[in-house]
């Protein structure tokens, strides 16, 4: 930005300024849920050669949600057991090296769901609350509706439905997305210097880094949900 003596009486690139870092800011904080989505809703191959949500892990089913469905959905999470493969062969979820099953106990603690399903996320999770610190949390996720949702890797557009519902473990016991962050920063840095040759304003840049992988798919359920 450059300015002159005008500019500085009138007072409207400071406000414009002001409203640049504002975006600055919101933009960088919609990059990670919208890059994170995104990955989801395309379900990429893990390292061995398998979709993140396969049948093969028990993980991805069409079953609308209702009692029966999230019933099955926190079964298929807590009777995930440690499995050895090779590099593409397909898990079967059963065993180890030895022939023996190692248990992992896992249990689902989110239920992610379109803002079209809240209502009825939140009475299936009233219906099953122990009070005990684990109960099921629900949070609504616009990016699994089926508004369109930019790929900020492609800029092209992904489309989810209005009957997505997604069940999660706490990454304590299982971490199923990896983020990566430059430094570990989840705000942008924002740098500014003064201008030179004797020009009035002054010079921004915006470095902000994120990754997001998707390492496991034993702590998460996905349903397209019809």
């Known amino acids: 930005f450059t300015v ?4 500085v009486i009138d007072n409207p690139l400071l406000s414009t300024m002001q409203v640049v870092m504002n975006e600055v800011g919101a933009a960088a904080r919609r990059l990670i ?8 809703l395309q ?9 993140c949500f396969d049948a093969a892990r028990a993980n991805l089913a069409t079953a609308a949600l209702d009692q029966t469905s999230l019933d099955a959905g926190l079964a298929a999470i ?15 979820g059963t065993v180890d090296t030895l022939g023996d099953p190692i248990h992992t106990n896992l249990s689902p603690r989110y239920l992610m769901v379109p803002p079209a ?14 009070g005990d610190g684990r109960d099921l949390v629900v949070r609504a996720e616009s990016r699994l509706s089926s508004t369109d ?4 890797l492609s800029d092209g557009l992904i ?31 924002i740098r500014t210097a003064p201008l030179k040759g004797g020009e009035w304003g002054f010079c ?8 997001v992988a998707l390492v496991d798919g034993r702590p998460l359920y996905w349903s397209q949900g019809e």
């Open 149 to 152: 949702l930019v790929d900020p």
């Open 78 to 92: 807590g009777n995930q057991v440690l499995h050895d493969v090779q590099p593409g062969a397909v898990p079967d």
């Open 43 to 51: 379900n990429p191959q893990l390292a061995d050669k398998v979709a």
């Open 159 to 189: 489309n989810g439905n209005n009957k997505n519902w997604l069940l999660a473990c706490p990454e304590q016991q299982a971490p199923g997305v990896a983020l990566g962050l430059l430094n570990g920063k989840a705000e942008p840095t």
């Open 204 to 211: 921004t840049d915006v470095q902000f880094y994120v990754a």
């Open 33 to 40: 849920p919208d890059l994170v989505y995104a990955t989801l």
């Open 4 to 7: 002159d003596e005008q500019d």
């Open 117 to 130: 399903k809240v209502g009825a996320a939140r009475r299936l999770a009233r219906d099953m609350a122990a």
